[in-house]
């Protein structure tokens, strides 16, 4: 089975400042790895996917994650965060050759000015 | 472009009754998945489907059933609804392919009274 652990419920930021959410996950096999935002009243979009190769995976309005193997990590980043970056943000594993997902609870990134 | 589409984005019903709930995408996936958000939990997966007239169990499918009838259409009951069913309901649709992100619908407000 795997589990997902986002450190922090809520992320209150000022804009034009960096940012982190964190992702930990826990799994006896290999897994995919996903970022999704949800906008207030809408689904969720996908950010970024982490499959293979690269540890460094950008995506979607300016966001990258790290992939740590070692420390079970997916930390999701942006150098510099605009008032319409706040959302909620989910982590999300997928064990290889499976299509499921298993979702962490959700971190709210605030953006204030 | 990729297009789920969930029948209500806002339901009331009352304790007691039979729920349906559809999803339909435009996208030829064979996967297709149901999820309920509650604030603090993340998204739970309840059931999902892997092709026509298949499905499978999740997390939570207690009180709840699925029927997938065609390819494009995965419908949620909710054989006699009860208030902690209150919550909101995403339904999400991938391709076979395990590395394959999800796409979401933008939901639906349950509330049962």
């Known amino acids: 089975a795997q589990s997902v652990t986002q450190l922090d419920s809520q992320v209150p930021v000022f804009e034009e400042a960096p940012v982190e959410l964190r992702c930990n996950y826990s799994?006896?096999?290999?897994?995919?790895l996903f970022w999704y935002v949800q906008y207030p009243n809408q689904g969720l979009q996908l950010l970024l996917k982490?499959?293979?190769?690269?540890?460094l995976v950008k995506g979607i309005n300016g966001f990258e994650a790290e992939f740590n193997k070692s420390q079970t990590s997916f930390h999701l980043r942006k150098p510099s965060v605009h008032i319409s970056d706040t959302a909620e943000y989910f982590c999300?594993?997928?064990?290889?050759?499976?299509?499921?997902?298993?979702f962490g609870k959700g971190t709210m990134l605030l953006v204030s000015p | 472009d990729v297009k789920v589409t969930q029948s209500s984005r806002y339901l009331v019903k009352r304790t007691g009754e039979k729920v349906f709930l559809e999803c339909v995408q435009d996208m030829d996936h064979e996967n297709m998945f149901w999820y309920r958000q509650d604030p603090g939990l993340g998204l739970r997966l309840i059931y999902f489907?892997?092709?026509?007239?298949?499905?499978e169990k999740g997390d939570i499918p207690e009180g709840y059933s699925v029927s997938r009838e065609k390819k494009e259409r995965f419908s949620l009951i909710l054989e006699s609804a009860s208030t902690n069913q209150t919550s909101m309901y995403l339904c999400?649709?991938?391709?076979?392919?395990?590395?394959?992100?999800?796409?979401f619908g933008d939901g639906t407000r349950l509330s049962i009274l």
């Open positions: 999400a649709s991938s391709s076979g392919q395990s590395n394959q992100p999800q796409h």
């Open positions: 799994s006896s096999v290999s897994v995919y």
């Open positions: 999300a594993v997928s064990p290889v050759g499976y299509s499921t997902l298993t």
């Open positions: 982490y499959l293979s190769g690269s540890t």
């Open positions: 489907s892997y092709d026509v007239k298949m499905k």
